[in-house]
Every structure is written in structure tokens, then in C-alpha cells.
């Protein structure tokens, strides 16, 4: 049974930072490229970012270019976002996923979801 468990929101200032985990619980985590998404209240779940199985290809969405940074660990089953210059727009929950897919825009295209974690950026 595949678990993903993202931790590390919470409440930070405009500008502020955060760093997001994913821990896997997954027999082949290495097989899988990883993504974050986020979902704001009344909108659509938006794609922020993904890695390849190694972690030497990441890919940003414009929005997130220059502030955020996808990193992952093979070894500890983990993948991570580390957000700076917070703005209150990037206030969602925010979830990772596993993809065999070469097309990491999709959602519909991700196998298994994490829960998520809130991420409030206050003004």
C-alpha cells in the first residue's frame, strides 16, 4: 500500500519561508518522478512542480520560478519543496504525488496523493 504523508505548513509572513516534506511509504520510490500541486479555496488544483526519478530534472511552474526549489532524497523516500519570498496568492493546501508519466502538468496523470498540508501566507 502506497502512503504519502506531507508535513511542514503552516502560517508564515509575506515573505517569509517554508519547507514542505513528503515521505513515501512505497516499495520503489526511485521509480516514480514526484510533482506538488496546491489547492486555494474555490480554485482548481494547480501543478507548482516536479522532479525525475534521479532529482536531476526539476520543473517549475512560472509562478513558483526563482522562489521555490524541488529537491528529493532516493534514500529517505522523500521529496521536498523549500518555499521562499512567500506570497499570500501562494496560500493553499498543498499535496505531492507519484507519477510514471512523462507529462507532469497533468493531475489526472498522478497515481497517489498525499493528504496535503496548509500553507497560509498572511499579508
Known amino acids: 500500500q502506497v502512503q504519502l504523508a506531507e508535513s511542514g505548513g503552516g502560517l508564515v509572513q509575506a515573505g517569509g519561508s517554508l519547507r514542505l516534506s513528503c515521505a513515501a511509504s512505497i516499495g520503489t520510490f526511485s521509480g516514480y518522478a514526484m510533482g506538488w500541486f496546491r489547492q486555494a479555496p474555490g480554485k482548481e488544483r494547480e501543478f507548482v512542480a516536479a522532479?525525475?526519478?534521479?532529482?536531476?530534472?526539476?520543473y517549475y511552474a512560472d509562478f513558483v520560478k526563482g522562489r521555490f526549489t524541488i529537491s528529493r532524497d532516493n534514500v529517505k523516500n522523500t521529496v521536498y519543496l523549500q518555499m521562499n519570498s512567500l506570497k499570500p496568492e501562494d496560500t493553499a493546501v498543498y499535496y505531492c504525488a507519484t507519477t510514471y508519466s512523462s507529462d507532469w502538468l497533468r493531475s489526472d496523470d498522478y497515481d497517489y496523493w498525499g493528504q496535503g498540508t496548509q500553507v497560509t501566507v498572511s499579508s
Open positions: 522532479i525525475s526519478r534521479s532529482g536531476g530534472r526539476p
